[in-house]
Nanobody, 122 residues
Framework: QVQLVESGGGLVQPGGSLSLSCAAS????????MAWYRQAPGKQRELVAS???????NYADSVKGRFTISRDSAKNTVALQMNSLKPEDTAVYYC????????????????WGQGTQVTVSS
């Protein structure tokens, strides 16, 4: 079993900050990459930020300079520090991980968390 659990969502005013965290647990050999996605009502799920095992990061243009993704490989966790939040950041944020479960398995599978709600409103 592999489980991803997000935490840290909530209500924040525009311009405020929020930090999300995601922890992966279960049978895990290695994690190639971890990412945060978000989905607002009526919209498709979009990539917010990702980070590879080599700590290479990628951000959506809409969050560059405001969000920071980081990971702790030893703990199989990934965090998203969100600053200068805007109403358009309101969405359910999902944790995603590319996980190789066993040493003898050549490919990694994609796993998702249950999502955590982030609401930016005055």
């Amino acid at each position: 079993q592999v489980q991803l659990v997000e935490s840290g969502g909530g209500l924040v005013q525009p311009g405020g900050s929020l930090s999300l965290s995601c922890a992966a647990s279960g049978t895990i050999f290695s994690i190639n990459a971890m990412a945060w996605y978000r989905q607002a009502p009526g919209k498709q799920r979009e990539l917010v930020a990702s980070i590879t095992s080599d700590s290479i990061t990628n951000y959506a243009d809409s969050v560059k300079g405001r969000f920071t993704i980081s990971r702790d490989s030893a703990k199989n966790t990934v965090a998203l520090q969100m600053n200068s939040l805007k109403p358009e950041d309101t969405a359910v944020y999902y944790c995603n991980a590319e996980i190789r479960r066993y040493r003898n398995w050549q490919r990694a599978g994609a796993y998702w968390g249950q999502g955590t709600q982030v609401t930016v409103s005055s």
